[in-house]
């Protein structure tokens, strides 16, 4: 079995968490916290690191990934039902992306396109680059992780030369509510969270797991946070931070502004290709690490019909998620940061507890037998 | 009725059959079988005599127009009959045995440099074809075979398809042993290996594989002799064949072998730890395996300044990309996505398509079907001939297209100039791809705009990134990520510096260049001051 290299790890782990938060994050903390929401990725470094530290010291207690660890930790009736909800979730996170990617596709590039082809042709590659395997995947995500940063580079330096108004910015660090404040850490720790899908895929890292999940994660933390920061610091500099929740799209709005001398224009389009790219990425890492745990929960052999049966499966939830482009920002900052928490930060808060707490007891019956002794 | 191939009366199967039959000791019998044998060819020779003292009783067989006829008569014949009857007369109490002379003949006698035992038809027919020379003998079960070959062959020309500015002008020819010279005039190592093998049940094509001993990995070399050697096929012709009969993924569009004529080309792959497959027949030499960003390497980057090289290449990725997607932009910008085309360049595109009656995707997809066929029209037609209709198809037909309002003067500049820049494409089989796909781009594009060319990039690079040849991912460098290796594939790096090999799995020796410490500024002085 060919594995993943720790290079691999890292653009698989961005391209995880990076594309989708470029559009979820801009109305979800500018709603809250304003000029101030590009603050909270640089934030949140620190409780992003507790948290990898986290999910590496379950990890650590016995080498192995999930769905075994859930096994191993909450006994095997609860585990084999933990796994099961976290392969609901990973393929309800799929239909979400694949939502999102229609809702862009529907309201700026194809408008009367009908929705079964948008759909068909993005799970249709993303079927084919999960046939081809994770190693398949993992080099891909080296091109696009590649072809998705310099383009962010590109637009955003462009946006903050074309259009920056440092008074958008004004005045810094201040009313920054308490409330308002635990939003936007809980709904970005949420997105940071969904790096844990990557300990699904651990059987397939090279060489020191441990090391090589540790490393690639503490590296996507600063990526994650310094693209999102920058994303949000442009945003709210080139638009007002009163008007970016109130627009459908505010990333793209401001990409509109980007040009190139006047004569290369109106280059969203060519943002949300790339973009789709590294959307096609998150949706296969989701629906390959689901088809994984299906198949390590079940012992099942071969992955064919579980894939196509989970396509339809994610394709009829993401039609259902909403009627309306309302709805599906309510998704967006009501319950998946919620879902997110619970799935990526709450289940594995119980089970590091729990493994705490069942450590720190044979050392204290230990260290009771001992001083009995004395 | 059944077409379906009978190998029960096939004539590989009677040849088979000879195969293990052995040469009979009496002349005529063995004259009987072969002429029976090679009936119906009229360019197959015998030429009987007798000579020595009692005379004993011979006859060479040979192919008419694949043998030096002169070599026979003044080295073999004239041979003969002269050493063999001063041999005869010292050993006049003894009459030898007819075995002995043939070891006589073999080890005294004749003079020429290729001289061998043979002992079964065969054989015979096999070395013949070849344009040897067997020597047969009366009440002797085995005959000689005497190397004659001789044929007409095109001389060493220059490179047709791989012309360079700077380099060595040579190509290969359609003589495999004129071809591994060339080889072995470049590599004189010991390390340089050329093994052959025979390949085709009724061709019997002369296959050459070779490497560098301590360069390419071991386990390559194996893989590739093995899968040579599990062809069994009726007749190799060129070298095309085998890239279809070894290969891993037969049913891929992408070249997974570089065909090249260049001697220098195949000599600089070899020191990279690759194999090269050349075949008796063809001017065409295998070199695997290959990945796809090797594409972008002319033969002639390596001669010149690293600078301007690596220029050079940047400029043939560019050319590349604009071929591959120039058109498929074009027709999606003017069908879904006018508002990324500046206002004034719109105004210019719209006035120069007024008139024209098809929408832009089938304007694009008439266009480019028109190139490919006045390409392919150059190519076929006679060397006088091909520029010609060139000129017609390019100017007169497309002007008075223009002028007819068929087509507009806009896409015939997108079109004219993705082609241009296709040419720049240094590999005639990446030239293909890059052709097929330009087409597939084009449909997306006229399907779904620019979202329908990021589905087909995507589809694109998810197929090419699964694929490897031999163990070596087809977008390696780039995917799987090397960051040693992908300078190599950007640019061209300065020999100075090249110090290490492009690294494959198993290779033993991986340096390159030792570079030697540059003389320090003391040591500098001391020698002018020394002068």
Known sequence: MEKISSFQLKCLIALLIIPAAFFEEGPLLTAVLKNNAWLVPIGIILPGWLLFKMYLYIFRQNNISFPEAFNEHLGRFWGKIITIFYIFYFLVLCSYILRIYFEFMKINLLLTTPISVLFFLMLFIGFYALKKGINNIARLSVIIFALTIFLNIFLISNCIINGFKWDNLQPILSDIPFKASLIAFFGLIGVLGKAMTVFTLADFVAGDKEKTIKSSLSTVLIIFSLVISSTLLSLCATLHPSIIPSLSSAVLTMVRTAHISYFIQNIDILFISVWICGIYITLTIFWFSASILTQKAFSLRDNRFFLASSGIFIALVSASLSSTSLGLFVWTTKFMPFLNNCFFVFIPLFIFIKSLIKNYLPNKHNNESLSIKK | ?531
């Not at chain 2, 088979?16 to 020779?45: I, W, Y």
């Not at chain 2, 025979?198 to 002799?225: D, H, M, W």
């Not at chain 2, 998810?462 to 190599?488: C, E, H, W």
């Open chain 2, 1 to 531: 009725m059944d077409h379906s191939y009978n190998n029960k009366f096939s004539p590989e199967t009677v040849a088979d059959k000879h195969k293990s039959v052995l040469l009979s000791p009496e002349l005529k019998k063995n004259q009987e079988v072969l002429t029976q044998r090679l009936a119906g060819c009229f360019d197959f020779m015998q030429r009987e005599f007798s000579f020595g003292s009692p005379p004993v009783k011979a006859s060479i067989i040979f192919f008419e127009g694949l043998v030096d006829k002169r070599q026979i008569e003044n080295s073999l014949i004239k041979s003969i009959f002269i050493n063999c009857n001063i041999f005869f007369r010292k050993e006049q109490n003894s009459e030898p045995s007819h075995a002995d002379l043939l070891d006589t003949l073999k080890n005294k006698v004749l003079t020429l440099a290729e001289v061998k035992t043979v002992d079964n038809y065969e054989d015979i027919i096999l070395q013949i074809s070849s344009g040897d020379t067997v020597l047969l003998l009366d009440n002797c079960a085995s005959g000689l075979v005497i190397g004659t070959r001789s044929w007409a062959a095109r001389a060493i020309s220059m490179s047709e398809n791989e012309t360079t500015v700077f380099g060595p002008k040579e190509s290969f020819t359609e003589t495999l042993i004129s071809n591994t010279a060339m080889l072995r005039r470049r590599l004189k190592s010991s390390s340089f290996k050329m093994e052959r093998l025979t390949i085709g049940r009724i061709s019997q094509t002369s296959v050459c594989f070779c490497y560098i001993e301590n360069i390419a990995p071991p386990a390559l070399v194996a893989n590739v002799k093995e899968r040579l050697s599990q062809i069994d096929i009726d007749a190799i012709l060129d070298t095309g064949y085998l890239e279809e009969l070894i290969t891993e993924e037969p049913y891929s569009i992408f070249s997974q072998a570089m065909h090249t004529e260049r001697p220098d080309r195949v000599c600089g792959n070899l020191l990279e730890g690759k194999v090269g497959i050349m075949i008796d027949g063809s001017p065409m030499v295998l070199v695997l395996p290959v990945t796809f960003p090797q594409f972008a390497n002319a033969p002639d980057d390596y001669y010149i300044n690293y600078i301007p090289a690596t220029l050079l290449r940047f400029l043939r990725i560019a050319a590349f990309a604009v071929s591959l997607l120039m058109t498929a932009v074009f027709v999606s910008l003017l069908t879904y996505h006018h508002e990324m085309i500046p206002t004034p360049l719109l105004l210019t595109i719209i006035s120069a398509r007024q008139g024209v009656p098809f929408p832009a995707f089938v304007e694009a997809l008439l266009l480019e079907t028109t190139f490919e066929l006045l390409r392919e029209a150059g190519l076929r037609l006679p060397n006088a001939i091909g520029p010609a209709v060139s000129i017609v198809g390019a100017l007169i037909i497309g002007e008075a297209a223009v002028q007819a309002g068929l087509v507009s003067t806009p896409m015939v500049v997108v079109i004219a100039f993705s082609g241009i820049a296709s040419f720049v494409i240094p590999n005639y089989n990446a030239g293909i791809i890059t052709r097929i796909m330009r087409f597939v781009f084009l449909i997306a594009a006229g399907l779904l705009g620019l979202f329908g060319i990021m589905i087909t990039f995507i589809l694109l690079i998810t197929r090419m990134a699964s694929v490897s040849f031999f163990g070596i991912p087809y977008l390696s460098p780039v995917a799987p990520f090397n960051n040693k290796q992908i300078f190599d594939i950007l640019t061209r790096r300065p020999w100075f510096s090249n110090t290490l090999r492009p690294w494959q799995e198993g290779m033993k020796n991986q340096k390159r260049y030792e570079p030697k410490p540059a003389p320090s500024s003391k040591d500098k002085k001391g020698a002018s001051n020394e002068s």
